[in-house]
């Protein structure tokens, strides 16, 4: 079994507020058809231009009025119902039997972690071969009203309750860089990732979630090989799945 994370940055165009790229979510598609046919996926999606923004102009991360809060906690949730049934019809399209599933139906958060959690329906989906699809989301919290509940978070629970042999993370870029390869052109991609290897996160683009910084602090407490690749580039997928060199690979260093 395989989880696969359609990173915000790849579905969506996230300097302008709700651009869904309509033929890249095709083309994964049609990769994720032909690993179908022989592999479970599970299915996690980003919230990119559909999330962020939103989640941003709200201050959703710090405690502002809260009926104002309060709607945008409302706004930010539907985005994300929005750009799901879209990636979902999509899916639909190649007769792939994906099954969106609401996060903050699932999990509520304490102190920014999932704390409980109602997921036997997941493995089930898989079980009968479905393709659940979920996503970041905003979510009840116990220590506070809301919070925000990223795809990556998601994904290191489900990667220790699931166990899954790989989990793949669908991103803009070619893999993992030591610096921000859109700031800086002598950027190197990093092929392997350890707790050692140092990484500069300067970001540009707005991430109420911790943005690549808290994507590998996730990938570190998964119980498998993390992938980071390429979502634009055809093939890319399959090379992941079968295990070859392609992207960034965080491998889990037990201390
Ligand atoms: C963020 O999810 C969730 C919200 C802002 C509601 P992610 O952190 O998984 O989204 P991307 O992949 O960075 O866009």
């Known amino acids: 079994m395989i989880i696969l994370k359609l990173g915000g940055s790849v579905i969506t165009d996230k300097r302008n507020p709700m651009s869904f790229k309509a033929s890249v979510v095709n083309q994964i598609a049609i990769e994720i058809a032909s690993v179908y046919r022989y592999k479970k996926i599970a299915l996690v999606h980003g919230a990119g231009s559909y999330g962020h923004p939103l989640a941003q102009s709200?201050?959703?991360k710090s405690d502002g009025n809260a009926a104002i809060r309060q709607l945008?906690?409302?706004k930010t949730h539907c985005a994300m119902l929005r750009l799901?049934?879209?990636i979902a019809d999509i899916f639909l399209s190649h007769d792939l039997p994906i099954y969106p599933l609401t996060a903050s139906s699932i999990f509520i958060l304490n102190q920014t972690e999932v704390s409980l959690s109602w997921d036997n329906v997941i493995n089930d989906l898989l079980q009968k071969n479905y393709i659940p699809l979920l996503s970041g989301d905003t979510a009840m919290a116990l220590d506070k009203d809301v919070d925000i509940l990223s795809g990556d978070q998601i994904i290191a629970f489900l990667a220790n309750r699931l166990k899954p042999e790989k989990v793949i993370f669908l991103m803009d870029i070619d893999g993992i860089y030591d610096r921000n390869p859109s700031l800086?052109?002598?950027a190197k991609l990093l092929h392997e990732i350890d707790m050692d290897t140092k990484i500069d996160f300067e970001m540009n683009a707005i991430d109420v979630s911790g943005g690549l910084k808290n994507k590998i602090e996730q990938?570190?407490?998964?119980?498998?090989?993390?992938?980071?690749?390429?979502?634009n580039v055809q093939g890319a997928i399959a090379k992941a799945v079968q295990g070859k060199a392609v992207g960034s690979v965080v491998k889990r260093v037990l201390r």
């Open 84 to 86: 799901s049934a879209q």
């Open 58 to 60: 709200y201050a959703l």
């Open 184 to 186: 800086y052109s002598h």
């Open 219 to 231: 990938a570190f407490k998964m119980p498998c090989p993390v992938f980071f690749i390429n979502g």
């Open 72 to 74: 945008g906690v409302a």
